[in-house]
T-cell receptor, first 113, second 115 residues
Framework: KNQVEQSPQSLIILEGKNCTLQCNYTVSPFSNLRWYKQDTGRGPVSLTI?????NTKSNGRYTATLDADTKQSSLHITASQLSDSASYIC????????????FGDGTTLTVKP | DTEVTQTPKHLVMGMTNKKSLKCEQHMGHRAMYWYKQKAKKPPELMFV???????INESVPSRFSPECPNSSLLNLHLHALQPEDSALYLC??????????????FGEGSRLTVL
């Protein structure tokens, strides 16, 4: 069964600190992996998208890594800001014509002053 | 700002009402999706439209009826809903349904409350 597991479930850090969120998946055949940020009550916004051949991709203070061999991805946030408080969702897309994606349960990040 | 526009942002309806959620995108995407999201849970796929044809229905109850009038518009017609249908309904689009078609672009969602 295709699955995406994220850890930790929730995380509290102080403003200015760094943190790393984890995503392990068993989705096959793999097409791409995306990290989304979702503020409470709003739609998810894409942070990065990574394909099989990509190991690292940065978007400002966000850096995502992908190890396709171990089927693991991480999202590193540097110099956290209060506005980073949100749910971060890992989404893996299968390489078929079905249009389906498998969502992780998300990590809820709270940044405190 | 998202390029997928959903209306209304909030909707309160009784169990006997008929209402519709609307979604619009002008990115030329040929795949559009409806997701349902309960609090503190990830989005759950409901329907997928590919080139204006329904390609996936995830066993959604018939009280939810999707419609794709053209490649830019996606509607979700609601009738005889139950209180447990209260949720955030998200519309999304992508270039097409193929796995390598890049990312999903989400709208801001429509918050539905069924009384």
């Amino acid at each position: 069964k295709n699955q995406v597991e994220q850890s930790p479930q929730s995380l509290i850090i102080l403003e200015g600190k760094n943190c790393t969120l984890q995503c392990n998946y068993t989705v096959s055949p793999f097409s791409n992996l995306r990290w989304y940020k979702q503020d409470t009550g709003r739609g998810p916004v894409s942070l990065t998208i990574m394909t099989f051949s990509e190991n690292t991709k940065s978007n400002g203070r966000y850096t995502a890594t992908l190890d396709a061999d171990t089927k693991q991805s991480s999202l590193h946030i540097t110099a956290s800001q209060l506005s980073d408080s949100a749910s971060y969702i890992c989404v893996v897309r299968v390489n078929t014509n079905a249009g389906k994606s498998t969502f992780g349960d998300g990590t809820t990040l709270t940044v405190k002053p | 700002d998202t390029e997928v526009t959903q209306t209304p942002k909030h909707l309160v309806m009784g169990m006997t009402n008929k209402k519709s959620l609307k979604c619009e995108q002008h990115m030329g995407h040929r795949a559009m999706y409806w997701y349902k999201q309960k609090a503190k849970k990830p989005p759950e796929l409901m329907f997928v439209y590919s080139y204006e044809k329904l390609s996936i229905n995830e066993s959604v109850p018939s009280r939810f009826s999707p419609e794709c009038p053209n490649s830019s518009l996606l509607n979700l017609h609601l009738h005889a809903l139950q209180p447990e249908d209260s949720a955030l309904y998200l519309c999304a689009s992508s270039q097409d349904v193929r796995g390598g078609a890049g990312e999903l672009f989400f709208g801001e969602g429509s918050r539905l409350t069924v009384l």
